[in-house]
């Protein structure tokens, strides 16, 4: 038993098992809202239109995701099913998300991934109930991860073969309706076919890669041009944010810009934290140069006064905690105010730090700018809710992209730079904390869920 266990623990598969149990126990007693979208609204959709009625209707109406949708409303209606089939699709996003680092590295990654996938606030799923949130966001982000593994697969220089191509491409059909994940599969698959012709190899190597490629350029045009999209922004425009029209392109991704980085820094939020301190430890084992090491703490410190001395700001700084706390930014309104810059201008300097800590850490410029194209694209996945006037109701589960691929920086980052870790006796530490973190973020959930 003990030989086998050892086997069974060098694999994927025990760490898989183990989260597998978890979200088992989550979706035991997780229990929808009765006043949640999927059942008010989606639920019922079927007892008066067809399918094919429905879709027609919310496409010209009210969304473009009609892919999702066609499954949101028979799911909504089947609780037990949905639990089961949700259960499944988190167990595959962790398998997805190993499968895409390097064979070599994939014993340690599949640790990282659980516990990343452990830590993420999962209760935010359920801001518009659990059914309606997991079908456009858990699901989309699954096979969005297992359509990447064409892009992977090339690089890694392993064949696909044309059935699991046709896989992916279905994954990203469905993956692409979203729009976070639409942009996502564009980004990554477009900088590989980039890097792949660079490298000049043979077209027939990254099909998969062009597949969804494509697929994402059809989906992003499908979604700028759906009337549905159109109209559902005039009346949520009315609904939530009648000054919305007023702002211009610069307005919209300032307050996506500003709004996204208020919660990063100031929620509490456990990954972000774990993030800039992983950085911080790696910039302090590498360089003796104290600017550097500086630099690298300011993200820490910032995110411990804004979240732990909350109090003892607003007694001592009310001007400034509130300043940083309404999340102000810059529009044609305000620009006159000086106070107004100071959260974007924290901010970027905080950006700042993070991309100078991660110059000094990477061993080389590929490393570098692989890593900077990845948290560019994880805070652009939440930037982009600016161009909605919804960015403030839809809030927490807009955040799931960017808790991923943050997440998946910071263990590639662990993985590259294990020998760097253990000569400075920081591995074990690593280890037992980021254990305690995951044992904590597990109690969370499960008090989090078991109070619905």
Partial sequence: MQKFMKKIDKKIVLPLLLFAVIQLVYHVLMREPEGSDAMWFFRNQLDTYTLKDYLVTRYNTWASRIFIEGVLVYISRHMLLWKIVDWVFWVVLAWALILLFPEDKRDKASWMVIGILLVYPIWDLRTAGWIATSVNYTWTLALGAFALHGVANTYYGKKTSPVVCVLYAFAAVYSANMEQMSAVLLAVSGCSILYFILEKKPVKSYIASIVICMISIAEFAFILTCPGNAARKVQETINWMPNYESYSFIDKVNMGFVDTMQHLVA???????????????????????????????????????????????????????????????????????????????????????????????????????????????????????????????????????????????????????????????????????????????????LAEIGTV
């Avoid at 700018?369 to 839809?394: D, E, H, K, N």
Wanted: hydrophobic residues 55%.
């Fill in 267 to 445: 929620s509490g939020n456990m990954m972000y934290l774990a993030f800039v301190l992983l950085l911080s430890v790696l910039v302090f084992l590498k360089t003796k140069n104290t600017v550097f090491r500086l630099v690298s703490v300011f993200p820490v410190v910032l995110n411990v006064l804004l979240v732990f001395f909350r109090d003892t700001l607003e007694s001592y700084l009310p001007t400034f905690s509130k300043l940083m706390e309404k999340s102000a930014f810059i529009t044609g309104r305000n620009y006159q105010l000086a106070a107004n810059y100071l959260p974007t201008f924290i901010y970027f300097l905080l950006i700042g730090c993070m991309l100078i800590s991660m110059v000094v850490i990477c061993e080389s410029y590929f490393e570098l700018i692989a890593q900077t194209i990845l948290l560019a694209l994880a805070l652009a996945t939440r930037v982009i809710m600016g161009f909605t006037p919804t960015i403030y109701v839809s809030q927490e589960r807009t955040f799931l992209y960017l808790y991923v691929l943050l997440g998946i920086s910071g263990a590639w980052l662990v993985l590259q730079n294990e020998k760097v870790l253990e000569e400075g006796k920081c591995y074990h530490g690593l280890k037992v904390a980021g254990a305690c973190l995951i044992v904590f973020g597990v109690i969370l959930a």
